[in-house]
């Protein structure tokens, strides 16, 4: 009889990033509408990446979220005939130049596409740029149940759809599109299997969704032109009553189990890409919300924007790869700087924002995960 409960590890981690890339002035060229606006002092995104739109490229959602599971294998233990289920969490399902697909599933298409055991479970998930993080609360309680041993979570976005959108629509740097124009092209992988060691382990995942708020971020077809369009309210997205939700949620979650955020003692945070100032802006008002410095922050949204669902595991992925040049401490509230953090045997800390509004914290200490 099985005493000890089951779970789950960050196993290995992979990603596709297209070779294209745009800077602001060349999006500047694009949209007239936006005048003097600044976009890398508004976002500090400098460029993104951007997806072949030749379909032989395969830069397509379906092609970089294939790249990038392969990817994902090379660096694993397991081969694709070790997986239970595969996840598929794109927001963007564009596949065969530029049709967008619902049925059959990207996930049993991708199955099919790694050589996976025939009658593996596969599924889509849709939760805005939170699914990448809602496909793995669902394998993680998968893996806890005991229903599966192991499985991938998967997406690919061709994200910059929008920001054509923008640029072709926007009025000025206060347009409800002007968001788009953040945005970056890329996938992710992540797979995930039973832990046998707390060095190696998915200690908590849990998320919460505030629908009141759902207004806020929409996605649908433009009715100006040929298109999709994405509509924020940046200013009432990212006020600090909304930025309050996740230390609240956080801090009511680690309450019930007798213990406070400084007792976590992660050695880094990732949050969602949105930009340079809102990863800032969150910072402050969950140092101020816990009581306590927060831990070294990582971010790549410099080089490659907000590449919606697939942002923390890329991050993620960077980071463990040595590719993040820079580790943004917040500066603790009495002025000492922050200690130097671990890289093997960390703790990681990484908390979703995502339309709905979706929010949570997935809490991981990794030492031997495969990029």
């Known amino acids: 009889m099985r005493t000890t409960e089951r779970r789950s590890r960050i196993e290995a981690l992979g990603a596709f990033l297209p070779a294209g890339s745009q800077t602001n002035d060349e999006i500047r060229a694009e949209a007239p509408g936006l005048g003097d606006a600044d976009v890398e002092r508004i976002t500090g995104i400098a460029e993104r990446r951007v997806h072949d739109p030749d379909p032989t490229a395969g830069e397509d959602s379906f092609g970089m979220a294939l790249a990038a599971a392969r990817d994902c294998l090379a660096a694993s233990r397991h081969r694709a005939t070790d997986l239970d289920v595969v996840i598929s969490a794109s927001i963007t399902r564009v596949k065969d130049g530029g049709r967008f697909h619902f049925e059959p599933s990207f996930a049993g298409m991708l199955a099919g596409e790694l050589g996976a055991r025939p009658g593996i479970i596969s599924f889509d998930v849709s939760n805005a740029c939170a699914g990448m993080m809602t496909g793995v609360w669902l394998l993680d309680r998968m893996i806890r149940s005991g229903a599966v041993r192991g499985g991938m979570v998967v997406s690919g976005e061709q994200a910059t759809r929008v920001a054509r959108t923008a640029a072709r629509e926007l009025t000025d740097s206060y347009?409800?599109?002007?968001?788009?124009?953040?945005?970056?092209?890329?996938?992710?992988?992540?797979?995930?299997?039973?832990?046998?060691d707390p060095a190696?382990?998915?200690?908590?995942?849990?998320l919460m969704t505030c629908s009141e708020y759902s207004h806020l971020c929409l996605g649908m077809p433009?009715?100006?032109?040929?298109g999709i369009g994405l509509?924020?309210?940046?200013?009432?997205?990212h006020d600090r009553d909304r930025l309050k939700l996740w230390p609240r949620f956080h801090e009511d979650f680690l309450a019930k189990n007798g213990r406070r955020f400084a007792d976590e003692e992660f050695d880094y945070v990732i949050h969602h890409q949105v930009g340079t100032r809102f990863i800032d802006y969150v910072n402050q008002t969950a140092e101020a919300e816990f009581g306590t410095s927060m831990p070294a922050s990582l971010q790549v949204v410099e080089r490659f924007g907000n590449t919606a669902t697939t942002s923390h595991f890329l991050t993620l992925r960077e980071h463990l790869r040595g590719n993040v040049p820079s580790v943004r401490d917040a500066a603790p509230?009495?002025?000492?700087?922050?200690?130097?953090?671990?890289?093997?045997?960390?703790?990681?800390?990484?908390?979703?924002?995502a339309s709905g509004v979706v929010t949570g914290a997935l809490s991981a200490t990794i030492t031997n995960a495969g990029v």
């Open 200 to 206: 190696d382990r998915i200690h908590y995942i849990e």
């Open 222 to 226: 433009s009715d100006r032109s040929q």
């Open 175 to 196: 347009d409800p599109q002007f968001a788009s124009l953040s945005v970056g092209d890329s996938a992710a992988a992540v797979i995930l299997d039973e832990s046998t």
């Open 231 to 237: 509509y924020t309210d940046n200013k009432k997205m």
């Open 333 to 353: 509230s009495d002025g000492t700087p922050h200690e130097g953090a671990r890289i093997g045997g960390a703790r990681y800390l990484m908390v979703p924002a």
